[in-house]
């Protein structure tokens, strides 16, 4: 991927590739600003004797992992994949409630309960939720002060339910049925689970099979259309679907009941995904609005026929740089920085057991020697069992004896006296 660069008092200018980085680095006229995302800063430019380019940033937000890429004109100049960590902010909570509920069980003193104060504000998101929309606020902010942000595209929906019900609503992708015939497969794969309606088989080639054959007068609304493994499309033919599961009365009306919610099911998985999913989406357009850059939106049927047109591999990233309107791209490298949320750390005062009792206290200074954990740091043993080269996340100790998250191992019990930083601690980790 390509290299931001600051001028020397830190604007964003265009980036650059890595050999025109080395080189300026290498002739003293650039120095290390950041090392995650690689950044370097210029000490002879200021951003009025060069000139930037638009650049796009877009997002394919994702309950787990996000893709983020940044496009100028055509050209794939940037590209991530961050991974949240509303999985663990979930269980967190849920060890902070069995804890408490544990001492409101005790005999401890009374106080008065508190229940006429609980109200959630208009807006609220569970915390797992809002980590994510802050993630990726977080990571759109810090991109615009490190390249030249001129606009954001965000796909917010999963089915355009408006292009699906008069495909020849604008452009002409939808006018020919290209794209039109992307949202509808997207649909029906959720709609039945992305199993064949007839058998439940998955993992296999499914298509898109009329419930009442086309032969007999069936249309093509998506009421009567359904998924089929290749096997039973072939076996049911042109049969009617009474003549066909006449054997399964269960499946039959299964079947006959869901395809009688075509459109309804679209926008209930659009506003639903669940709906804390589709509110934290929107919750993020609305942030993403405020920041004043132009907003693009896309579906998701959109950005799958962008990507699979120019035959790219399905990853987060290139989801993200496929979103909304896209005629060709040029993906300069395909090994995006993979980053993951971390946190910034815990007010816990003490560590417990499975019985909730305490076990050990956190230290009062979070500095040991310098560092602090979730510092990355390169360690260099020359001597002792642990001799070699790691890179990784820290967890300081008191003693100054310290443990190295690298991306194959926990390594631990290296001194502080072989540490140097790398990356200050931002509440992420990256890697390649």
Not at 147 to 156: D, R, V
Not at 250 to 263: E, G, T
Not at 334 to 360: E, V
Not at 405 to 419: A, N
Request: hydrophobic share 30%; proline share 4%; with cysteine.
């Amino acid at each position: 991927m390509r290299v931001f660069v600051l001028d020397k008092n830190k604007k964003p200018l265009d980036p650059c590739q890595p050999a025109r980085a080395r080189i300026l680095l290498k002739q003293g006229r650039a120095k290390v600003f950041r090392r995650y995302p690689f950044t370097i800063m210029m000490r002879d430019l200021e951003e009025l004797e060069c000139v930037t380019h638009n650049h796009q940033i877009k997002l394919d937000p994702g309950s787990q992992t996000t893709g983020l890429a940044i496009i100028q004109e055509k050209v794939v100049v940037w590209g991530a994949e961050l991974t949240h960590r509303g999985l663990q902010i979930r269980d967190g909570l849920t060890s902070r409630r069995k804890l408490r509920r544990s001492r409101r069980n005790r005999k401890t003193r009374y106080r008065q309960p508190r229940f006429l104060n609980r109200k959630r504000p208009d807006g609220w998101l569970a915390p797992s939720l809002m980590s994510r929309v802050y993630n990726i606020l977080t990571w759109v902010k810090k991109l615009t002060r490190f390249c030249p942000i001129t606009g954001i595209s965000q796909e917010l929906v999963r089915f355009d339910t408006q292009k699906m019900e008069n495909p020849e609503i604008s452009g002409t992708e939808y006018q020919q049925g290209t794209l039109y015939g992307y949202e509808v497969r997207e649909y029906l794969l959720s709609k039945w689970n992305r199993k064949c309606a007839y058998c439940g088989v998955s993992d296999t080639q499914l298509e898109v099979e009329h419930i009442k054959p086309k032969s007999k007068g069936g249309s093509d609304r998506l009421s009567n259309l359904a998924i089929a493994c290749r096997k039973c499309n072939q076996i049911k033919g042109n049969q009617e679907i009474e003549q066909f599961l006449s054997g399964k009365p269960d499946v039959l009306k299964r079947i006959l009941s869901q395809a009688k919610r075509p459109l309804v099911d679209a926008a209930a998985v659009n506003s639903t995904r669940s709906r804390s999913v589709a509110n934290g989406e929107w919750k993020l357009y609305n942030e993403l609005k405020a920041l004043g850059l132009p907003i693009e939106t896309g579906s998701g049927g959109l950005t799958k026929y962008n990507r699979c047109r120019q035959n790219l591999p399905k990853t987060h990233w290139l989801d993200a740089a496929n979103v909304g309107e896209v005629d060709t791209l040029y993906i300069e490298s395909y090994q995006p920085l993979l980053i993951s949320a971390k946190g910034h750390g815990t007010r816990q005062m003490c560590r417990t057991n499975k019985f909730c009792f305490p076990t050990r206290y956190v230290p009062r200074f979070k500095f040991v020697k310098g560092f602090q954990t979730g510092d990355i740091a390169k360690a260099v043993v020359t001597k002792g069992k642990k001799i070699g080269t790691y890179t990784g996340r820290i967890a300081t100790r008191k003693t100054g004896s310290f443990n190295i998250s690298t991306k194959h191992e926990l390594v631990q019990g290296i001194s502080h006296k072989y540490c140097s930083i790398v990356h200050r601690k931002d509440g992420y980790s990256y890697s390649f």
